[in-house]
């Protein structure tokens, strides 16, 4: 069973433009363009910030991508479903929140 999503109490976003936030936080349909990707998402993780970050980069998102929200699992909004590019991917909100992208405003 999937667990919520929820960011710890330390994690600090270093979000400040209108319309910039975690992946973590989008919901379906929401579009943007990555502007950031690290190994920290602020929940608990099972890899390495390193391994995570490596991960992520690995299956395309990178700076600059642009990114669309596909679709969200029934239990806790988990996992979701992201268009990156021309590339659609499954990850868990928790790896999502070490994405941070500009979303078009709506």
């Given at each position: 069973?999937?667990?919520?999503?929820?960011?710890?109490?330390?994690?600090?976003?270093?979000?400040?433009?209108?319309?910039?936030?975690?992946?973590?936080?989008?919901?379906?349909?929401?579009?943007?363009?990555?502007?950031?990707?690290?190994?920290?998402?602020?929940?608990?993780?099972?890899?390495?910030?390193?391994?995570?970050?490596?991960?992520?980069l690995?299956?395309?998102?990178?700076?600059?991508?642009?990114?669309?929200?596909?679709?969200?699992?029934?239990?806790?909004?988990?996992?979701?479903a992201?268009?990156?590019?021309?590339?659609?991917?499954?990850?868990?909100?928790?790896?999502?929140?070490?994405?941070?992208?500009?979303?078009?405003?709506?």
């Open positions: 069973m999937s667990e919520a999503f929820a960011l710890s109490p330390e994690f600090n976003s270093a979000e400040t433009s209108p319309g910039v936030r975690s992946l973590a936080l989008a919901g379906r349909g929401d579009r943007g363009v990555i502007v950031r990707v690290t190994g920290v998402s602020g929940a608990a993780e099972a890899v390495a910030a390193e391994e995570l970050e490596r991960r992520l690995e299956m395309g998102f990178v700076e600059g991508a642009t990114i669309e929200v596909l679709h969200e699992g029934l239990i806790g909004r988990d996992p979701i992201v268009r990156v590019d021309d590339t659609r991917v499954a990850l868990r909100r928790r790896e999502a929140g070490a994405v941070t992208v500009k979303f078009d405003g709506r």
